[in-house]
């Protein structure tokens, strides 16, 4: 076997890895991971079925790949168009405001990888391992920074507490209407999307403003 006879064949295995990811994520849009079917999947990326199983033992071992693409669409989302700068001047109310419709806009683009992730973290959590634990404590811990800047507004008393309720409140209120929308509590609301959103924004303000 010649020097060069590995490194090319792991060079085949990434991008026939990459086209399998780029599958599910195409399949992920147009329909619930359950209906996916490994035939799909390899004709959605020009693949065999017999190159699929290869690089991937069962369409279970495509579940870490979902919460993969959710995370570096999250991270791109973040570094680009759901940047939000803080002005501590114009007042925690704006700055919930702001983080809200940041929320929502990411939402409405990669719903369908939100929706994925979602159910699949309670149904697999074994496939996921600490991934989802590690995006709430980051939540967790913007909370924290946001309540420590605006100390002055903020009338909990206890800032932990506080940090918690937020980042549960900013990860479901949504939810219901943007993944859900014609199920559940979320098909009894007819307000706009962006007075829902502001909505969100007063209620997360309500909290952190009245003191316990």
Not at 26 to 35: G, I, Q, S, T
Not at 57 to 68: Q, S, T
Not at 163 to 190: D, H, K, S, W
Request: net charge negative; proline share 4%; charged share 25%.
């Amino acid at each position: 076997m010649s020097q060069g006879t590995k490194p090319a064949r792991q060079e085949r295995s990434r991008q026939t890895r990459d086209r399998l990811v780029a599958a599910l994520d195409a399949c992920l849009r147009e329909k619930p991971f359950a209906d996916i079917t490994i035939a799909e999947l390899a004709e959605t990326a020009g693949l065999s079925v017999g190159a699929v199983y290869r690089r991937f033992e069962n369409k279970d071992a495509f579940i870490p790949v979902i919460f993969e693409l959710y995370r570096a669409r999250l991270d791109a989302f973040m570094a680009g168009d759901g940047r939000v700068e803080v002005d501590p001047a114009a007042g925690l109310r704006q700055a919930l405001h702001a983080a809200c419709a940041v929320g929502w806009q990411f939402l409405v683009r990669h719903g369908y990888l939100v929706r994925a992730a979602h159910l699949h973290a309670r149904l697999r959590p074994d496939l996921i391992g600490d991934d989802w634990e590690e995006l709430l404590d980051q939540a967790r811990q913007s909370a924290h920074q946001l309540i420590a800047l605006f100390g002055d507004e903020v009338k909990r008393r206890d800032p932990d507490e506080a940090a918690q309720m937020f980042t549960y409140l900013m990860n479901t209120l949504p939810i219901e209407r943007a993944l859900y929308p014609e199920e559940g509590a979320a098909v009894v609301l007819t307000l706009s999307d962006e007075r829902f959103v502001a909505a969100i924004a007063d209620t997360l303000y309500g909290y952190l403003v009245t003191a316990d």
